[in-house]
Nanobody, 124 residues
Framework: QVQLVESGGGSVQVGASLRLACATP????????VGWFRQAPGKEREFVAGISTGGRTTYYGDGLVDRFTISRDNTKDTVYLKADGLKLEDTAVYIC?????????????????WGHGTQVTVSS
C-alpha cells in the first residue's frame, strides 16, 4: 500500500486561502481514489472531498463545494485540496485517505490507507 504524506497546512486569518497536498513517495497514487477528511477537536471526522483516479469525478461534503476544490496531478503523484474563504470553523486536522479503486467514497470506512494529517488553524 502507498504511504500518504500531507503538507500545506498552517495558521491563517479568516478569509485566507490554503492549498493542501497529499503525496506519496511511491509512484502509484494514480491508481488510487483519494479523499480528504478533516477532524476538529471533539468532533467526528468529516468528509471534505474525494476524487477519482483520473480526476473526472469529484465529490464534496455538504456545504463545502463553494469553497473547496480537489484536484490531482498524476505526473507528480499528488492530490491537492484548495480551500478559499477560510472560516473559523474550518480549523481542523486535514487528513487524506486512499483506496485502490477508481471512484472515491464519501465515508471514512471506504478508505483503507490514511495519512497523518496537516493542521489548519483559522483565526480572526
Amino acid at each position: 500500500q502507498v504511504q500518504l504524506v500531507e503538507s500545506g497546512g498552517g495558521s491563517v486569518q479568516v478569509g485566507a486561502s490554503l492549498r493542501l497536498a497529499c503525496a506519496t513517495p511511491e509512484r502509484s497514487l494514480s491508481q488510487y481514489a483519494v479523499g480528504w477528511f478533516r477532524q476538529a477537536p471533539g468532533k467526528e471526522r468529516e468528509f471534505v472531498a474525494g476524487i477519482s483516479t483520473g480526476g473526472r469525478t469529484t465529490y464534496y461534503g455538504d456545504g463545502l463545494v463553494d469553497r473547496f476544490t480537489i484536484s490531482r496531478d498524476n505526473t507528480k503523484d499528488t492530490v491537492y485540496l484548495k480551500a478559499d474563504g477560510l472560516k473559523l470553523e474550518d480549523t481542523a486536522v486535514y487528513i487524506c485517505a486512499a483506496r485502490q479503486v477508481i471512484i472515491p467514497g464519501t465515508t471514512a470506512d471506504w478508505y483503507d490507507v490514511w495519512g497523518h494529517g496537516t493542521q489548519v488553524t483559522v483565526s480572526s
